[in-house]
Structure formats: structure tokens, C-alpha cells
């Protein structure tokens, strides 16, 4: 410790802050949304009825499916960073 009675910059820079223990406990709901969104999104395009619609709506289909699974794998990676400066 430091004469200050503070950890040292090593021990305090792995730690949690509040707002990423916040965002850490949020971040199952937050996938959890996500991949349903994708799964919504996966059965519409699969639909018999979808390649029916206008262009601008197909395309804005993909274009949200290709976001979603973009967040998807941020969500996973941003957890995977967050646990593993948790410290077990």
C-alpha cells in the first residue's frame, strides 16, 4: 500500500469501477435482448413472405441483423473483459 493508505496503481487499475460493476451485471439482460432481436430477425428473413417487400425494407432488415449481431459480439467480448478483471 501507499502511505496514503491507498492500494497500489497495479491493485487499483484491475478493480471494477462502479459503473463497470453496473455494466457488467447488465450485460446478460443486454445479450439476452439482443439475441432474441436475432433470432426475430433470422425467422422474418426466412420467411416465405420476406424477399416480397420492398427493397429499402430488405435492406434495412439486413442492415439491422448485421448490427445486432455486431453488438452481439461486443456484448460477449466487453463480459469476457470485465470478468476476467473481476478477480476470482
Same mark, same amino acid.
Given at each position: 500500500?501507499?502511505? !496514503?493508505?491507498?492500494?497500489?496503481?497495479?491493485?487499483?487499475? $484491475? $478493480?471494477?469501477?462502479?459503473?463497470?460493476?453496473?455494466?457488467?451485471? *447488465?450485460?446478460? $439482460?443486454?445479450?439476452? /435482448?439482443?439475441?432474441?432481436?436475432?433470432?426475430?430477425?433470422? /425467422?422474418?428473413?426466412?420467411?416465405?413472405?420476406?424477399?416480397?417487400? *420492398?427493397?429499402?425494407?430488405?435492406?434495412?432488415?439486413? /442492415?439491422?441483423?448485421?448490427?445486432?449481431?455486431?453488438?452481439?459480439? !461486443?456484448?460477449?467480448?466487453?463480459?469476457?473483459?470485465?470478468?476476467?478483471?473481476?478477480?476470482?
Amino acid at each position: 500500500m501507499t502511505a !496514503d493508505g491507498r492500494g497500489s496503481v497495479a491493485t487499483t487499475s $484491475k $478493480k471494477l469501477s462502479y459503473n463497470e460493476q453496473r455494466e457488467l451485471g *447488465g450485460l446478460p $439482460k443486454e445479450i439476452e /435482448a439482443l439475441e432474441a432481436e436475432e433470432r426475430e430477425l433470422n /425467422a422474418r428473413i426466412a420467411g416465405p413472405e420476406f424477399y416480397k417487400e *420492398g427493397r429499402e425494407a430488405i435492406q434495412a432488415t439486413m /442492415a439491422r441483423l448485421t448490427a445486432v449481431t455486431t453488438q452481439i459480439g !461486443d456484448a460477449y467480448s466487453r463480459w469476457h473483459e470485465l470478468e476476467s478483471r473481476v478477480g476470482k
